[in-house]
């Protein structure tokens, strides 16, 4: 199969651009490099240098093949920076997947995949596993964008025969097993590879949003999922869009508090994390952990690295490999291919 894949030089994409391959797929990508790094696309495949905002240049590389399907992660994705610039958020991550849908539409593309997001379930605190049934009640302008993009997949499959599956990640972290791909986001955000970078002393300690959060130990819980189980829940859902669109939560249905995530980066590298208490951060709900029972039972999917030190033990053996990230890599064998 032939796939288009937005977003595929970021840290979602990226990986699950490894998982087409892997599956023997054609793949190209189409990134505007804002976020994402040359070096993430793999040697050899083709890379579009575009930016969603430009339609024409967006359909000209929706128009150029036959695409089996198209898997959509190109957005902005930091709750805590969609509460200092809403409308920013807002435009550019309806606006981009707009311009994407339309084209998949007018070019006749049967199938999208959507990287949702748990922030879908923002509002007031859940304290149980949340199915795809709960109501949609977005706590941050970030999620409330992705919500919105929900809603334009479903009028393209209603009048515009473009089936979607919206996967709703809950929290992403890890890197590819075989070492090919990591997590490096600039600014760096996200806690686990911020407790991993604060545990090689290479960030000044660990800053923790919040104690007194209704949860076990006062910090937030979060459901962390291996970015390599992730990626096969894309595949899984391509396979299984046949005449309707979907909406699974993807997640490991296992909470993990912020402060047992910093134990387990202790517990694998034998080394103390320094970190400090600091208030909560703006946008950030007690807890999310996803109730994935529905993508379990209708694609099969299983994940093979559920625990929380197989998702540490790749970040940080990346990030050893790669002290630098990206950055000291270089861009791959054969990918500049720009148009626009
Ligand atoms: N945290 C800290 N200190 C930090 C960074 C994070 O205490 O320096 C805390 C946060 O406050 C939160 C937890 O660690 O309680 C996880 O925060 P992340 O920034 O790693 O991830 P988020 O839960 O905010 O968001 C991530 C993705 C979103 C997605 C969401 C779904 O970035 O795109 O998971 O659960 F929507």
Same mark, same amino acid.
């Given at each position: 199969?032939?796939?288009?894949?937005?977003?595929?030089?970021?840290?979602?994409?990226?990986?699950?651009?490894?998982?087409?391959?892997?599956?023997?797929?054609?793949?190209? %990508?189409?990134?505007?490099?804002?976020?994402?790094?040359?070096?993430?696309?793999?040697? $050899?495949?083709?890379?579009?240098?575009? *930016?969603?905002?430009?339609?024409?240049?967006?359909?000209?590389?929706?128009?150029?093949?036959?695409?089996? $399907?198209?898997?959509?992660?190109?957005?902005?994705?930091? %709750?805590?920076?969609?509460?200092?610039?809403?409308?920013?958020?807002?435009?550019?991550?309806?606006?981009?997947?707009?311009?994407?849908?339309?084209?998949?539409?007018?070019?006749?593309?049967?199938?999208?995949?959507?990287?949702?997001?748990?922030?879908?379930?923002?509002?007031?605190?859940?304290?149980?596993?949340?199915?795809?049934?709960?109501?949609?009640?977005?706590?941050?302008?970030?999620?409330?964008?992705?919500?919105?993009?929900?809603? %334009?997949?479903?009028?393209?499959?209603?009048?515009?025969?473009?089936?979607?599956?919206?996967?709703?990640?809950?929290?992403?972290?890890?890197?590819?097993?075989?070492?090919?791909?990591?997590? *490096?986001?600039?600014?760096?955000?996200?806690?686990?590879?911020?407790?991993?970078?604060?545990?090689?002393?290479?960030?000044?300690?660990?800053?923790?949003?919040?104690?007194?959060?209704?949860?076990?130990?006062?910090?937030?819980?979060?459901?962390?999922?291996?970015?390599? *189980?992730?990626?096969?829940?894309?595949?899984?859902?391509?396979?299984?869009?046949?005449?309707?669109?979907?909406?699974?939560?993807?997640?490991?249905?296992?909470?993990?508090?912020?402060?047992?995530?910093?134990?387990?980066?202790?517990?694998?590298?034998?080394?103390?994390?320094?970190?400090?208490?600091?208030?909560?951060? *703006?946008?950030?709900?007690?807890?999310?952990?996803?109730?994935?029972?529905?993508?379990?039972?209708?694609?099969?999917?299983?994940?093979?690295?559920?625990?929380?030190?197989?998702? %540490?033990?790749?970040?940080?053996?990346?990030?050893?490999?790669?002290?630098?990230?990206?950055?000291?890599?270089?861009?791959?064998?054969?990918?500049?291919?720009?148009?626009?």
């Amino acid at each position: 199969m032939r796939y288009l894949v937005t977003g595929g030089a970021g840290f979602v994409g990226s990986h699950t651009v490894l998982a087409l391959l892997d599956g023997g797929h054609e793949v190209e %990508v189409l990134d505007n490099l804002s976020t994402g790094h040359r070096a993430a696309v793999p040697g $050899g495949t083709k890379l579009h240098v575009v *930016d969603l905002l430009d339609r024409d240049a967006t359909d000209a590389v929706v128009g150029s093949r036959a695409w089996d $399907g198209v898997l959509h992660f190109a957005a902005l994705s930091l %709750v805590g920076d969609s509460m200092r610039d809403p409308f920013h958020y807002l435009r550019q991550n309806y606006l981009t997947a707009l311009n994407l849908i339309q084209s998949c539409v007018g070019h006749g593309v049967r199938k999208l995949v959507f990287s949702s997001t748990a922030a879908l379930f923002g509002g007031p605190d859940r304290l149980e596993p949340i199915p795809e049934t709960a109501p949609l009640l977005p706590g941050s302008p970030y999620g409330e964008s992705k919500m919105l993009i929900e809603r %334009v997949l479903h009028w393209a499959d209603a009048i515009g025969g473009l089936r979607s599956a919206c996967l709703r990640y809950f929290n992403a972290a890890g890197a590819d097993p075989q070492g090919r791909a990591g997590e *490096d986001h600039r600014p760096e955000t996200h806690l686990v590879p911020l407790t991993i970078d604060a545990m090689l002393g290479r960030r000044p300690p660990l800053r923790l949003f919040g104690d007194d959060y209704p949860t076990r130990d006062g910090s937030c819980i979060r459901d962390y999922i291996h970015v390599t *189980d992730l990626a096969d829940a894309h595949l899984r859902a391509l396979a299984q869009i046949d005449g309707r669109s979907l909406a699974y939560n993807v997640g490991n249905g296992l909470g993990y508090s912020n402060l047992e995530v910093i134990a387990a980066v202790e517990r694998v590298s034998g080394r103390k994390v320094p970190w400090e208490p600091a208030p909560r951060r *703006d946008g950030d709900p007690a807890m999310l952990v996803a109730d994935a029972t529905t993508l379990r039972r209708e694609t099969g999917w299983t994940p093979a690295y559920a625990d929380l030190e197989s998702i %540490v033990r790749t970040a940080l053996a990346w990030r050893e490999a790669h002290p630098e990230g990206y950055a000291a890599c270089g861009a791959p064998a054969e990918a500049g291919f720009a148009i626009g």
